[in-house]
């Protein structure tokens, strides 16, 4: 199966902007503009951000966006604030008719 | 607003088989618009899909687990269901089920889903 590569970390400061990368192995990401993002805290179910590599749900805050060059997709967060700490999952359909989730990225609001 | 609640043991033994419901409310599990998926994530760990299953039976597994892994549909009770055989240690997880949706005959994002249920593997 595909992989899709996310940095284990990352973290900023309040106020800050931070970019979490999603790079697939193969070219899948490249292929589609089928990448989405979740937001997950702790002992809770996943939170969709981002669907279709920019598109921001009703009730997402604007300070996420969403962009894809090449194999790599990206979430940015904007205006960094603490309730933004949490972990951040990148998914993509494949071109074997599945779909794969990054390794998933720990944002910490220092 | 769609709702999806998991349901099944919390306690499943090795080598046995697990089964679990996912219930949707708000909504017909027979629409044409949503498809529907299950999605796993062990403890500590990252987010695995299972597979993905449309009303009319048409499924999509995880190639990794596709020899295990069964997902029906039963539009009488607005359910989907997930069996997974052959238990282990490492089937250990918190279990999601999640509307698979997307404009078109594509489904290409998972929202909402439900809250997880915890399966453990131990004899």
């Known amino acids: 199966q595909s992989a899709l590569t996310q940095p284990a970390s990352v973290s900023g400061s309040p106020g800050q902007s931070i970019t979490i990368s999603c790079t697939a192995t193969?070219?899948?990401?490249?292929?589609?503009?089928?990448v989405s993002w979740y937001q997950q805290d702790p002992a809770k179910a996943p939170k969709l951000m981002i669907s279709?590599?920019?598109n921001r749900p009703s009730g997402v805050s604007n300070r996420f966006s969403g962009s894809k060059s090449g194999n790599t997709a990206s979430l940015t967060i904007s205006g960094l604030q603490t309730e933004d700490e949490a972990d951040y999952y990148c998914?993509?359909?494949?071109?074997?008719?599945?779909?794969?989730f990054g390794g998933g990225t720990k944002l910490t609001v220092l | 607003q769609l709702q999806l609640q998991e349901s099944g043991p919390g306690l499943v033994k090795p080598s046995e088989t697990l089964s679990l419901t996912c219930t949707v409310s708000?909504?017909?599990?027979?629409?044409?618009?949503?498809?529907w998926g299950w999605i796993r994530q062990p403890p500590g760990k990252g987010l695995e899909w299972i597979g993905t299953?449309?009303?009319?039976?048409?499924?999509y597994y995880n190639p990794s687990l596709k020899t295990r892994v069964t997902i029906s549909v039963d539009t009488s009770k607005n359910q989907f269901s997930l069996k997974l055989s052959s238990l282990t240690a490492a089937d250990t997880a918190v279990y999601y089920c999640?509307?698979?949706?997307?404009?078109?005959?594509?489904?290409?994002?998972?929202?909402?889903w439900g809250q997880g249920t915890l399966v453990t593997v131990s004899a």
């Open positions: 999640a509307t698979h949706r997307g404009d078109g005959d594509l489904p290409r994002w998972f929202d909402p």
């Open positions: 708000g909504g017909s599990i027979s629409s044409s618009t949503y498809y």
């Open positions: 299953i449309y009303y009319s039976g048409n499924t």
């Open positions: 193969s070219g899948d990401v490249g292929a589609y503009n089928y």
């Open positions: 279709d590599v920019s």
């Open positions: 998914a993509s359909y494949t071109s074997s008719s599945t779909w794969v």
